[in-house]
């Protein structure tokens, strides 16, 4: 009896010796990453580079020693819509995260978003770009869904003012896929508010290998300008120096990646204009690149995406860390308010507000070109 | 629609036709012999392009490193007909359902080449240079139409491979050998052919076919892991528009295809892959057997 009383005691005083260094731990914040892992290549790309972003920018968070310790659950939702719901149920319900991140597919987002928005659990959506995914949601009230990646519409719009004061003659190059088509309905409306006619409008499935039909319909409608948004952004070069045609091309952000300079080479690439959302010139910038280069060598392919992965990691981040918790709600509001992010792409100081849930507006989005193998700003006259 | 404009059309899809068609023989040769085809038969092209790239990347000589993938194509084609077909050759495996097994087991070991190709290259699309040249943009212009040396590397390798084939099918010893052993294996041993030699020897001549359309194919086209695909089933379709059993069928059933789909392109971009496709099955309503098959029931 004497002994058990004892040994009673003991964990007792064990017990409380243990509370004062547990409450030290930092609190456990599981956040949900989906993204396009595998599946067709330029997807990929888009989400390993995102994901490269979302990883420095833990790492960062973890080297300023913070209350809160962020474990990231990655899943894989190949670009398959069903897929992707499913993993969004099953970060909800079994991974119990406070907050997700993803994906690349707009489609992807737009059917797991009202999953999330039911949890009350908030998404960073990206680097998915299709225009409405926040404006969906934002009268909600509150409203869970964010997102920082670039938006369609945007660079559609930068590129259209651009493309109209520049060329008389301009054509299209679209996918069959939701993305291409929406795309080119959204070129089609900006043209028609800006009383211009597209001179050849051409389409081309996602497996295809040849674009020659199309590029020779291109070049005999005197196209000076082909807007470019097929999921290949390296195929329509291809059949340029067969039919003796050398348009100057302008397109989806994904223009910019490494791998499209590394496929097309630097000469056949030059000139090209496409939406961007980091400027190499600044130094900021230029110090994330060449941290990115150090970490991940010939894995990092893509600056622009790498930066907008990061930066929505660290906004997240710093949100989280001002919570302290794992509240899914307080996150949701510290993310609503939050202020002072040294961001690396064009995101504002104060990406979000009760209104507006985009990291990036149409003031920060701007045109970058391909100079001497590096996209660069286009100067505007 | 102008004289320059067709002929760069039908040169782009003959261009793309033959690689249909070399990737359709090596579907037809070992269909013919053994009644099975390589579902990953596009897959193996896809690993010959990405070894071709690889050795040229790591500055072998081309004339070097075209033999190095002929051999590993062969290699695999043996190692594919020694893991994935053979074992379902075992006495009485056709009673456990193993009859039509071989579908799974090509089509799983062109799964398995995906993936360790995506761990060796990763995921992403890779630059394949061209064979002859330095530079990018190495285009031969006659008549006004542009072609790329491999372009023209591939049709020519298209017409050979039906000329070697007709020679060995309807002149060689060897030829006789296979269609012996299509028509009764059992006979043919009696007749003293070496079966399995016969059946190993077909599986490894469409993995050098394999070899031959992804060596060329590189730099016509992204290489990527998983681009193979899209030519079996292209390679399907022109198997079966020219029919299974006859190689020059084979040829003309690549060109049709790849021509169909220039100009099909050409006239209606939207639509561009759709309307070969339609033609085909069009066809098979009409010719089942394809454009080149018997007519009379087949009696292997």
């Known amino acids: 009896m004497k002994v058990t009383r004892r040994l009673g005691i003991m964990a007792a005083a064990l017990t409380g010796l243990a509370l004062p260094a547990a409450a030290q731990q930092p609190a456990l914040v599981r956040v949900g990453v989906i993204q396009g892992l595998s599946g067709p290549p330029a997807i990929v790309d888009f989400g390993e580079s995102y994901l490269q972003g979302i990883r420095l920018a833990l790492k960062d968070h973890e080297a300023r020693n913070p209350r809160t310790r962020i474990e990231l659950v990655v899943y894989d939702d190949e670009a398959n819509p069903q897929r992707a719901v499913s993993l969004a149920q099953r970060l909800v319900q079994n991974d119990n995260v406070s907050a997700v991140i993803g994906t690349v597919s707009s489609g992807n987002v737009l059917a797991f978003a009202p999953i999330l928005q039911r949890a009350r659990i908030p998404l960073l959506a990206g680097p998915s770009i299709a225009t409405d995914i926040t404006t969906r949601f934002i009268n909600e009230r509150p409203s869970f869904i964010f997102r920082c990646s670039m938006v369609e519409q945007f660079q559609i719009e930068a590129m259209l003012d651009w493309g109209v004061q520049n060329f008389q003659r301009i054509g299209l190059l679209h996918s069959t896929t939701g993305y291409g088509s929406f795309a080119a309905r959204e070129i089609q409306e900006g043209l028609r508010r800006r009383n211009v006619n597209l001179v050849a409008t051409e389409a081309a499935a996602p497996g295809v290998n040849d674009l020659t039909a199309q590029m020779i319909r291109m070049r005999d409608a005197g196209a000076q300008l082909v807007l470019n948004f097929h999921e290949s952004f390296e195929l329509l070069y291809r059949p340029l120096p067969r039919i003796n045609y050398r348009p100057v091309v302008a397109g989806n952000w994904g223009l910019s990646s490494m791998k499209v300079l590394e496929i097309v080479g630097r000469e056949a690439l030059e000139g090209t204009v496409m939406g961007q959302a980091l400027d190499l010139a600044d130094p900021k910038a230029r110090a994330f690149d060449e941290r990115m280069r150090a970490e991940y060598g010939a894995a990092y392919r893509w600056p622009v995406v790498g930066a907008l992965g990061y930066d929505a990691g660290q906004v997240l981040f710093r949100a989280i860390e001002r919570v302290g918790r794992a509240d899914a709600v307080a996150i949701r509001d510290a993310l609503e308010s939050l202020d002072g992010v040294e961001a690396i792409s064009a995101t504002p100081a104060r990406p979000f507000s009760p209104t507006d849930h985009e990291c990036l507006d149409r003031e920060h989005v701007f045109l970058g070109v391909w100079r001497n193998g590096q996209v660069v700003r286009l100067e505007q006259r | ?300």
């Not at chain 2, 897959?43 to 010959?48: G, I, S």
């Not at chain 2, 077909?85 to 009673?95: K, S």
């Not at chain 2, 190709?117 to 285009?139: H, M």
């Open chain 2, 1 to 300: 629609m102008g004289l320059t404009n067709f002929l760069q059309l039908l040169v782009s899809g003959l261009a793309m036709g033959a690689i249909y068609t070399l990737t359709a023989k090596g579907l037809f040769i070992a269909h013919v012999t053994t009644h099975r085809v390589n579902f990953g038969q596009g897959d193996f092209l896809m690993v010959a392009a990405f070894l071709t790239l690889a050795g040229l990347g790591a500055g072998l000589p081309v004339l070097a490193v075209i033999p190095m993938v002929v051999v590993a194509l062969g290699l695999m084609g043996w190692g594919l007909e020694r893991i994935a077909v053979r074992p379902l050759d075992r006495p009485g495996a056709a009673r456990f359902g193993a009859a039509h097994a071989w579908i799974l087991t090509t089509a799983g070991v062109a799964l398995i080449l995906q993936n360790v190709v995506e761990l060796i290259w990763g995921k992403s699309s890779q630059y394949a240079p061209p064979l002859f040249s330095d530079r990018r943009d190495n285009v031969i212009t006659l008549g006004g139409v542009g072609f790329f040396v491999e372009e023209l590397l591939v049709m020519a390798a298209a017409c050979i491979a039906v000329g070697v084939f007709y020679w060995f099918l309807l002149r060689s010893r060897w030829g006789k050998d296979v269609y012996t052993v299509a028509f009764n294996p059992e006979a043919a041993a009696l007749l003293g052919i070496d079966v399995r030699r016969t059946v190993v020897m077909v599986w490894v001549l469409a993995a050098l076919l394999a070899a031959v359309s992804g060596i060329l194919v590189g730099p016509l086209v992204t290489v990527h892991p998983h681009m193979g695909l899209i030519f079996t089933i292209k390679a399907l379709a022109v198997a079966s528009l020219g029919g299974f059993a006859n190689p020059l069928g084979i040829l003309a059933g690549g060109v049709l295809f790849g021509v169909a789909e220039a100009f099909s392109n050409y006239w209606d971009s939207a639509y561009g892959d759709l309307y070969p496709l339609l033609f085909v099955l069009l066809m098979l309503v009409l010719r089942p057997a394809g454009i080149f098959g018997e007519k009379t029931a087949d009696v292997r």
